[in-house]
């Protein structure tokens, strides 16, 4: 594979006037290892920091801002722009490997992503001033000041607060950074479209290794074909694995901070490119780009509340067809935790975000960022129109001349058709909303004001959400009653009046579940001829309608606090928050469905366990004698039926509610051994279920029948919960089985030992318990592959052989055996060499056949090493080395044995 190097020189690079220092990133020609999963392992994952990440980058708003000085400058737009798009592009990549490379060398220390458990009383407080100042983060941003300042000095930083080596790397050996610009995804990212490595995805991942210049580059490529608006890098970290684990959310959390900061508060920027450098601090850098895990590991650690969920719904529109069906653009969510439960189980790792759909990675990023910016646009929009009407319905009428308006025209127009209607809008909407007896959307809007997501909000305002709501909340106090006394005055029930449905706002529709209907608008009517509130023109005179009404402006009130609650449901994916760029782990759903436990990784393997020491027990109890009976017993998975939902730290947690796992008990009678017929019959009290008599040959016929009852729990209005279901069923099956034929001839009283039964019963259980081991989704599986491993083999024969499959999927060379390939990958790691063949040595003198020893031929020597060790392919995890001798003079000193 050619060099991808990311140099450690000075760098010119006259075609974009970027004056660059040092590049800080280790030199590297090797992508990290592809670490394939199935999806319980992609689920254990998630738990995992990763190592490998991804950085999409949308430079719009740098070639836009230089589109406009262009233009004052009388210079060409479009080249200016397309010049300022690719500094973007090499200011992101070096700000970003610069920073972690200030990590990995221990000049900054490790900001903990958990505050908790951090013994940091400086930055706790400066944290805890960001969020209780209505986001205002100077200390903050002054905490950080202080620390880059004292780069490089570690005595210094940790007299500065309580910093201890523990913030710092800890393992001695140095790390590498590798950086790569994906024109297209491809096999090199095969872990995001494949659950298993086969021999033809080794072979596709083979093939691109040798072709890569089709499908990546150096991060700081700076030729001119190369797209600077929609760009996706890689940036791979080795590190040590110990290290990596301890640390790796502290890091990623670290990254983004200091990123963040670094941005708009050092020079750095201007030095790199001084034309475009200052315009560029300008610049949101957290609406400009995106951190994305490159697999199943994640950046932030996974937690079961509504930040965590809503940062993650993004995934939706990162689909082909994201922006058709995403939630996100519903006007009344139903939650981020009502979306996992009706989302439930899913593929992954089949590339279902359809990124080789798209000819160049380009293309899909685009597809993604304009459904991200549209998202985002409507949620801004939704936002700020919500505010100003509240505030301006604060300022002109307030929450009494509200409530006393409603009441006037209700005496003056109430026989009014059209007033009847807008009556009925009015009472339906705000019970929707504020009704303590329904609270449909009433807790959702009364906690607006305690999210974090929310009171961070990057945008000032003259009031504070608490200020709204609280006017939602008298408003709707008054006017509730008035709306029961007119139910309870029959007020609708006029003969021939029926109500017209048109009128209700988007978002009650939505909850109604009304179809919009295009032939017939409502439009409220306006007491005295004029509108209650409305713009002015320039010159005057009214302009564009705010509200016909007081019914209309009290149901204004309403639709904008709903519209306030639909933004704070997703506010977390599409509107960041200034000072730490989005992580979303956009490959892996189960991040979501294993934290809220939806989904457990290790039930097949404990189920898989549990039912074959039962079987093992029906063996020993019915195995041996004549009886007929014998116990089938299975085990469901438990089941999330419903979240309970707490407010704590400005998130919303969710606590699941589990349906337990249940043992499924059946009782079944196979006649074969009593009586030689090929029939069976099962009693299950669980459902339904056909049952698999283990015939080895032959014909099966399986009948069932059954009964079943569930019960639905209620324990306030907006929570059900699915209760005790209880089932009933009845199977009975006919087969030619094992049992049947062998045994009826051998069985001559109900006391006697029966053989065959007790050999078919025996087979049974390891039959059950050997195929569940197979299950390739459920039970944890992973491989790690080498990208040049692979290329390796493919050059030398062509193709990749079966047997190098399970070699390159433990990111060993392929040799004569697995056992050798460890030999020579420990070798390679010992004496920093390349190892080109092994052979393995028979000997009649071991004392056991895990006791091994290789010929080893390498760079190292002319010669030949000998290396005695142990191995077991069963059990890789216990290999170990007793001796390594040269058996050439030239090995002999090279070794010093």
Known sequence: MKTLVLILAMMTLSATGTSWAQVPAHQTSLLSPLHFTNRAQCALDSEKPTSSIFVMIDGYNAGKTANSIAKLRGLNTEEYSNKAMKEFRLSVAYMTLNVMNKLVRGHLPLLPANLKTADLPKYLSASNNCETKNNNCADVSDYIAQIWSRAGQRSEILNFDRFTQNNFPLHASKDRLGCYYIKKFSPLQGQLHNAEVTQANLQDVAVAYLNEKDYLTGCFDADDKLNNRFVTLQIDWETNQSTLNQQGFDFWNSVKIYLSWAWRNTNELEIMSPSFGRIFKSIALEESILLVPNGCKSMTKPSCDSQYLSSNSIRELAKVTGAQNSELFDTVPVGTDAELLEKGVRGVNNDFLGTQSFDSAQEWLSNFRKNVVQSRGLMKTKYQNAITHLNILQDQIGTAGLGKTVMTELAAHRSSENMMNELYYMCTEIRLAADDTLDFLKSDIERISQLKNMTQMQYSEKRSLNDHVEFFKAVSSQVLPYCNDLEKQNFWNKSGYTVNKSGFAPWAKEMLQLKEDEASKFTPSAGNQTPMLSWKTANGTPGQVICYNSVDCTRLMVKSMVDLYAVSTYADALIPLAGKTSDPNLFNPYSELATCKMYDPWFQTQR??????????????????????????????????????????????????????????????????????????????????????????????????????????????????????????????????????????????????????????????????????????????????????????????????????????????????????????????????????????????????????????????????????????????????????????????????
């Open 608 to 897: 898989m366990n549990k039912v074959f020491f039962t079987d093992l027990a029906n063996t020993a109890l019915f195995g041996w004698n004549i009886l007929p009976i014998y116990i089938d017993v299975n085990f469901s998975a438990p089941k999330v039926t419903s979240f309970k939902q707490l407010m704590q730290d400005g998130v919303i947690k969710y606590d699941p509610r589990l349906e337990k796992s249940k043992v499924e008990r059946s009782i079944v009678a196979d006649f074969g051994p009593l009586l030689g017929a090929p029939c069976a019959i099962a009693l299950n009290n669980n459902g339904l279920k056909n049952y698999n008599f283990y015939s080895f040959t032959g014909v099966t016929m399986n009948y069932c029948d059954g009964k079943q009852a569930n019960e639905v729990i209620s324990n306030n209005p907006s929570d059900f919960a699915n209760g005790a279901k209880t089932s009933r069923s009845f199977c009975a099956g006919c087969t030619l089985n094992f049992t049947a034929m062998a045994s009826a001839s051998s069985a001559a009283t109900l006391g006697a030992f029966n053989p065959a039964k007790f050999v078919v019963y025996m087979f049974r259980t390891f039959n059950k318990y050997f195929s569940a081991k197979k299950d390739t989704v459920n039970i944890p599986k992973s491989w790690d592959v080498n990208a040049a491993y692979a290329a390796e083999v493919y050059k030398k024969y062509g193709q990749i052989p079966s047997y190098c499959v399970d070699q390159l999927g433990q990111g060993l060379k392929c040799f004569k055996d697995i056992c050798a390939s460890k030999a020579a990958a420990y070798f390679e790691k010992s004496y920093n060499t390349k190892v080109h063949s092994v052979y393995m040595r028979e000997d009649e003198n071991m004392i056991n056949s895990t006791q091994k020893e290789a010929w080893i031929k390498s760079d190292l020597c002319q010669g030949e090493t000998i290396v005695r060790f142990s191995c077991d392919e069963r059990k890789l995890e216990n290999f170990k080395v007793y001796s390594i001798n040269g058996f050439h003079k030239s090995c002999r000193n090279a070794i010093g044995k």
